[in-house]
Antibody, heavy 117, light 110 residues
Framework: EVQLVESGGGLVQPGGSLRLSCAAS????????MHWIRQAPGKGLVWVSR????????SYADSVKGRFTISRDNAKNTVYLQMNNLEAADTATYYC??????????WGQGTLVAVSS | QSTLTQPASVSGSLGQSITISCTGS?????????VSWYQHHPGKAPKLIIY???QRPSGISDRFSGSKSGNTASLTISGLQADDEADYHC??????????FGGGTKLAVI
C-alpha cells in the first residue's frame, strides 16, 4: 500500500521556523519527483516546491523562494521542507506528493502549519 | 506564477453532466499537454482523475473526461453521482520547472 505521511506541522510565531517531513512507503521513492503543495483555509491548492528524483534540481514558488528549502534522503525514503522566516500567509495544510511524468500519482493527508502570534 | 482560473462552484443533478473549465495562458495550459485534474474530498488526500489533458489513470471511471482548447482545459463528469460531490483542482506544468494550480471548484450534486 502506498503511503505518504507528513509530520512536523504546528503553531509557530511569525519569523519562526519549522521543518516538515514526509515519509514514503509502498512505491519506488527514488524514481519519483517529490513536491510540497499547500492549501490555505478555504482556498485552492498552491504548488510550493519540487525536487528531482536524484535531488540534483530543486524549484520553488516565488512566494517562498529564499525562505523554504526542499531536500530528500532516498536512503530513508523521506522528503523534507525547511521553512524559515514564516509569515501569516504561510498558514496552510501542507501536502507532500509524488510525481512521475508530470502527474501527481500519490498524495499525503497533509500537515497543518499555523503562523500566528 | 499565476493561478489558473476555475469557477468557484458548479452544481448538477444526479445523473446529469457538468463541465469545469480551467483557463491559463500560453505559459502553462497552452504550452503543452501536461494538464491534470484532482478530486479532493475534504479531510482526505487529493486523488488524480485525469492526466496529460485527457488520460484516465487505472481505476478511474470513464464518467470522467478531459479536454483542452488553446489556453483552456476542461473536465467533464457525466452521470453525476452523490460521491462526485467534492472539490476539483486543475494543474498544469508551467515554465521549467514549476507547476500551477487552479483555485479549485466546489461541485454540488443536488
Amino acid at each position: 500500500e502506498v503511503q505518504l505521511v507528513e509530520s512536523g506541522g504546528g503553531l509557530v510565531q511569525p519569523g519562526g521556523s519549522l521543518r516538515l517531513s514526509c515519509a514514503a512507503s509502498g512505491f519506488s521513492f527514488n524514481w519519483y519527483v517529490m513536491h510540497w503543495i499547500r492549501q490555505a483555509p478555504g482556498k485552492g491548492l498552491v504548488w510550493v516546491s519540487r525536487i528531482s528524483h536524484d535531488a540534483t534540481t530543486t524549484s520553488y514558488a516565488d512566494s517562498v523562494k529564499g525562505r523554504f528549502t526542499i531536500s530528500r534522503d532516498n536512503a530513508k525514503n523521506t522528503v523534507y521542507l525547511q521553512m524559515n522566516n514564516l509569515e501569516a500567509a504561510d498558514t496552510a495544510t501542507y501536502y507532500c506528493a509524488a510525481d512521475v511524468s508530470y502527474k501527481i500519482d500519490y498524495w499525503g493527508q497533509g500537515t497543518l502549519v499555523a503562523v500566528s502570534s | 506564477q499565476s493561478t489558473l482560473t476555475q469557477p468557484a462552484s458548479v452544481s448538477g443533478s444526479l445523473g446529469q453532466s457538468i463541465t469545469i473549465s480551467c483557463t491559463g495562458s500560453s505559459s502553462d495550459v497552452g504550452r503543452g499537454n501536461f494538464v491534470s485534474w484532482y478530486q479532493h474530498h475534504p479531510g482526505k488526500a487529493p486523488k488524480l482523475i485525469i492526466y496529460d489533458v485527457s488520460q484516465r489513470p487505472s481505476g478511474i471511471s470513464d464518467r470522467f473526461s478531459g479536454s483542452k482548447s488553446g489556453n483552456t482545459a476542461s473536465l467533464t463528469i457525466s452521470g453525476l453521482q452523490a460521491d462526485d460531490e467534492a472539490d476539483y483542482h486543475c494543474c498544469s506544468y508551467a515554465e521549467f520547472p514549476t507547476w500551477v494550480f487552479g483555485g479549485g471548484t466546489k461541485l454540488a450534486v443536488i
